[in-house]
Each structure stands twice: as C-alpha cells, then as structure tokens.
C-alpha cells in the first residue's frame, strides 16, 4: 500500500510546470478578428470623368432658338399665306362674318399687292437670299423652304382651273368651289401652325410639305 502514493507522485504538477506561463484569455482574443468589425476590404469609389467636349456639344445643342431666326422663320410664312387668301373668296361671299377676322392684315395684304410683281419678287427672295444661302441657320432654311415648297403647291390648283376651264355652274365648278374652300382652310392652318410654333422656337413639320422642304436642304 505505501507503494500507490509513489506511483501518484509524478502525475502531480511540479514546481516548473506550475512556473511555466500559459496563455491567458487575453492573449488568445487578441488574435481572434474582432466580431462586429468586416475584413472585407471595400474598394473605392470610381472618379467620376469631368465632362467631355461630347457632353458639352450636347447640351449647346439644345439652346433655345435665337429671337432673328424665329423672326425670320414666321415672316417667310406670310408668303403663300397671302398668296392662298385668294382661295378664300367664295367663303367671304358666303359668309361675311369671316372677312371681319382677316381685316387687320389688310392694310399689310394691300401693301404686298400694290407692289409689281411682289409674289415673284418674295419668292425668289426667299429662295436664293435665305434657303440657297449658308450664312442662316437650319432652323432658318427649313422654314423657309417650307414656305416655297407650300406656296409652289398653291399654283396647281389655279394652272388645273385654266386647263379645264369649269365655268360658272354645272358640277365642274361646284367641284372648284369645294376645292378653293378646302385649299383655303388648309393655307390657314398651316399659317397659323407654323407661326406659333416659330414663335415658340419649334420647327414646323407641315403634312404634304415638310419631306419635299428636308429633301431639299
């Protein structure tokens, strides 16, 4: 029995393993990654290019339109827009009222008919001083041939009249009648419609014109 103390004896710690330092807790979650802290590594963010000359060109494109090129896109307007109120006779015949409402241009109209040949004189004016001429805008050149294109347009009707000759009655000139009318409601439209958009700085895009105006340019 006294030999079982003996065989206890070494599984007891020494003084040098007592001595001997262990790592404390301290130590251990030193080296262990903090837990609310991310080891993902983010990358920055991308700086963003300053503006390219692209960017630049691309919003001086969209500057409103100048003030003379509105003035001068609404003016070629007022070419086969005089022209085209001779379609309108038999609607002033047939109802006076509506002369009324064109009379504050009438001292402008009789300004343009007293001239000698005014309606060859502005056409050609438009045609070779502003659509043939570089030195307008687009915006200018456009419009304006659109007016040459619509008042070209005006003296088919009168060349057909001449040829057939309908006369004063029978179905021949009721059909006239019908046409003129429509021709003239048309012309007014279009007036009305292209002047306010030049006025706005908006480009006009006439039915049965405009494509015969871009085709030209």
């Known amino acids: 029995m006294a030999s079982i103390p003996l065989l206890r004896l070494p599984l007891l710690p020494t003084a040098k393993t007592l001595n001997k330092p262990y790592p404390t807790t301290s130590h251990v979650t030193a080296r262990l990654p903090h837990p609310l802290k991310s080891t993902f590594k ?42 085209g109120l001779q379609y309108g006779r038999h609607l002033f015949m047939q ?29 050609f004016a438009l045609y070779l001083g502003v659509v043939r001429n570089p030195s307008f805008s ?3 050149r456009f419009n304006s041939m659109q007016a040459v294109v619509l008042d070209v347009l005006l003296v088919v009707p009168l060349l057909v009249q001449r040829i057939f ?11 006239m009648v019908m046409g003129h ?30 494509d015969a105006a871009g085709r030209q340019l």
Not at 99 to 116: A, H, K, T
Not at 184 to 205: A, D, K, M, N
């Open 165 to 175: 000759n309908p006369g004063r009655a029978g179905v021949g000139y009721r059909l």
């Open 181 to 210: 009318n429509a021709l003239f409601v048309f012309v007014v439209f279009c007036f009305l419609y292209s002047l306010g958009c030049c006025l706005l700085g908006r480009t006009p895009y006439l039915p049965l014109v405009a």
């Open 42 to 83: 983010i990358p920055p963010l991308p700086k963003t290019p300053p503006p390219s000359n692209s960017t630049a060109i691309t919003r001086m494109s969209h500057s409103p339109t100048p003030a003379t090129d509105r003035l001068i896109s609404a003016v070629a307007y007022f070419l086969p827009f005089f022209n």
């Open 95 to 123: 109802y006076p009222v509506l002369g009324s409402v064109f009379e504050p241009i009438l001292p402008l109209l009789s300004l343009y008919r007293s001239v000698p040949y005014a309606s060859f004189v502005a056409f």
């Open 138 to 140: 687009r915006y200018v």
